[in-house]
């Protein structure tokens, strides 16, 4: 198995439409693509079984993925989060992103 990590020093520099892009190509070649955002971002929408990214949508879609959305994206930011990250009150996130790779 080969891993590709896309990164950038800032946000909003198109990491996901690149990931994207490049995952689609790799899947209509037939060979098999797995992919997992550890943290999601506040762009969401609500979905059967969880919160799931918009992009995080399209990559499902894309690549005909079954895997649950909280082993695709196990910590999405949601505003409920970050007021309890400004309060100090969370515990496990590693341990979920750990869980699911």
Do not use: F
């Amino acid at each position: 198995m080969i891993s590709l990590y896309v990164g950038s020093t800032s946000g909003y520099t198109g990491k996901t439409l690149i990931t994207l892009v490049s995952v689609t190509v790799l899947y209509q070649d037939r060979l098999k693509i797995g992919y997992m955002k550890p943290v999601g971002n506040l762009n969401q929408v609500k979905v059967n079984d969880g919160l799931l990214t918009m992009m995080h949508g399209a990559y499902s879609r894309a690549l005909d993925m079954k895997d649950p959305l909280a082993d695709i994206c196990p910590v999405v930011l949601t505003q409920e989060l970050e007021v309890n990250s400004y309060r100090k009150e969370i515990k496990g996130l590693m341990a979920k992103v750990v869980e699911v790779v």
